[in-house]
């Protein structure tokens, strides 16, 4: 039985200091109730302003990044091991501020302290190169933090999407400020807490929840950050990008998808169910690289469909706290908001023709649930079939020829990722030469993890995260020549 109890209210984290917010508080929601859990603190653009200050200060002592690198990375993975050591609690939180099965978000704790790991030991690993001028000079690189890393996190993943950016960053000697979701900030309160048990001086991880118009505005365009980071919706992603492009720093954006699993004749079909439940149903759909667009050859149409109307079918929907175990289950949506908008898509995909196989409606039950849907009969035009839902909706479309499930399956402003399911590694090799996206997973949905690179091509975005590639984005190249006299 659940045993935690949430504070009534939660402060933002300042130069080492739990403090109040100069545009009052927010009012936190429990998805799976649909009532009020808690307030937050909310930062203005004062305290934005405070944050950044803080983090240069500790930025220019140097205290991090003169550090030797191996003991840099013991103090992030010591941030992942503060979370798995409270991990029933952060899991009970984030269930009831964010909606999804209680196994989610313990699925979500270990994925945010895998990233502190993976970093933590990254962090002795980056090295610059020499490069040979001739007998008359020594020539070398090195690489540099860039300074204050400013982070902007979406509320799908609140805790792994803070992990991601902050590790890399902190692993490579940078600060941070980092502007949580408004929708489910709560948590954070123990990242703040691990990093000063890991021995991060004050200054060095500055979290404060605000409302993207006003405190995520004012830290992407602050003219003290050295780089931002965001993950979120695409028109904010401009927004941002413009607001970096006025101060000359970098970016890297990550902005959903609409991404497709092409499943030709021979596929294995219980494998292929396997990787729908995780890849569509999976934190109710909220997650930027889901399954959305399903391709499927014209064969085994009919056979996928009662297989995946079957499945979606067979999830128990409801409130998070009451579904520990991994199993067939699903929570809420993140707010009244994105499941009336996805609902709003599937009755505009009902009305443009397609057939709603299972779904589409919401359960008549207080919280923000959405009934995981299938939609057959899609066809590439359709809204459905182009627009990111954000939500348990799975689209079904209908290829004859290999080239033309390519053609669908590219047929999107979205690149992030794509997938193809079949036994034929020839078939799968040309299917993966050719989609137009920053990853591709073949016969598994996921197949790949912290280590594999991530990130889109087209309106997905820019930049890469995860794995090593992602370093790159918190340092500068600095080359160093010495003439030999
Ligand atoms: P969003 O507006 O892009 O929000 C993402 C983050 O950016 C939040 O922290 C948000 O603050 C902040 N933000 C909003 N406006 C800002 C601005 N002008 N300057 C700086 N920061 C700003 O996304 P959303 O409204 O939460 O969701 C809308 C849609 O975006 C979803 O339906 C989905 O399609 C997409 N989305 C994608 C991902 C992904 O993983 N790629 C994640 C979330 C959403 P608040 O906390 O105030 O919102
Ligand atoms: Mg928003």
Redesign the pocket.
């Known amino acids: 039985m659940p045993t935690f109890e949430p504070q009534s209210y939660y402060q933002n984290y300042v130069d080492g200091q739990f403090v109040d917010g100069g545009a009052d508080r927010i009012v936190v929601d429990n998805p799976g109730t649909g009532a009020p859990l808690a307030e937050q603190a909310s930062a203005n653009a004062a305290d934005i302003d405070a944050a950044v200050a803080a983090a240069r200060r500790c930025h220019e002592s140097g205290v991090l990044s003169a550090m030797r690198p191996v003991e840099r990375g013991r103090m992030v993975r010591a941030i992942g091991d503060y979370l798995l050591a409270n991990i029933d609690d952060i899991a009970q939180l984030l269930t009831l501020e964010a909606g999804k099965p209680l196994w989610e978000s313990v699925v979500e704790i270990e994925g945010a302290a895998r990233y502190f790991e993976y970093y933590g030991n990254q962090a002795e690993t980056l090295e610059g190169r020499s490069i040979p001028l001739g007998k008359d000079y020594y020539d070398f690189t090195t690489y540099e933090p860039r300074g204050v890393s400013a982070q ?6 609140p805790l792994e ?1 803070t992990a991601r950016g902050m590790a890399a960053a902190l692993a490579t000697g940078n600060t941070v400020v980092i ?5 489910d900030p709560l948590t954070h309160l123990y990242i703040a807490r691990a990093a000063e048990a890991a021995g991060f001086p004050p200054g060095a991880v500055n979290i404060l ?5 006003e405190a ?2 004012a ?2 365009a602050h003219p003290d950050i050295d780089q931002v980071v ?4 695409v ?3 401009v ?2 990008a413009t ?1 970096a492009a006025q101060n000359v720093v970098p970016c890297v954006l ?4 609409k991404s497709a699993a092409i499943v030709c004749a021979d596929a294995d079909l219980d494998n292929l169910i396997d990787s729908v439940r995780w890849g569509i149903y999976f934190n109710a759909g ?3 690289s889901a399954m959305s667009r399903l391709i499927v050859h014209e064969s085994i149409a009919g056979e996928v469909r009662e297989r995946i109307v079957a499945l979606a079918e067979s999830l128990s929907v409801g409130p998070g706290i009451d579904r520990p175990e991994f199993g067939a289950n699903m929570g809420a949506m993140i707010s009244k908001g ?1 499941r009336d ?1 996805a609902a709003g898509m599937v009755a505009r995909a009902r009305e443009a023709g397609a057939d709603i196989a299972t779904g589409g409606v919401a359960p008549d039950e207080a919280g923000f649930f959405l009934a995981p849907t299938v939609i057959a009969g899609v066809t590439r035009d359709m809204e459905i079939a182009r627009s ?3 939500g348990p909706v799975l689209s079904m479309l209908t290829y004859k020829e290999e080239s033309e499930a390519i053609a669908i399956a590219n047929d999107s402003d979205y690149g992030l990722v794509g997938g193809v399911f079949t036994r034929d590694i020839d078939g799968a090799m040309r299917v993966a030469q050719r989609i137009r996206t920053g990853q591709v997973f073949v016969n598994e949905w996921y197949a790949g993890g912290v280590e594999t690179p991530f990130g889109g091509y087209k309106k997905s975005g820019y930049g890469r995260e995860k794995g090593r590639e992602a370093l790159m984005n918190y340092v500068q190249t600095k080359n160093i020549g010495i003439r030999i006299g």
């Not at 902007?152 to 993943?157: D, E, F, L, T």
Request: hydrophobic residues 35%.
């Open positions: 902007i996190i979406p509320w799908n993943y999407m502007k949580s979701p408004e929708l929840c605000g409302v993207g118009s995520g505005a830290l992407s965001f993950t979120g919706s028109p904010t992603g927004a941002i607001a990550e902005l959903g998808g909220q997650v930027c994105q908008r990111e839902v954000f």
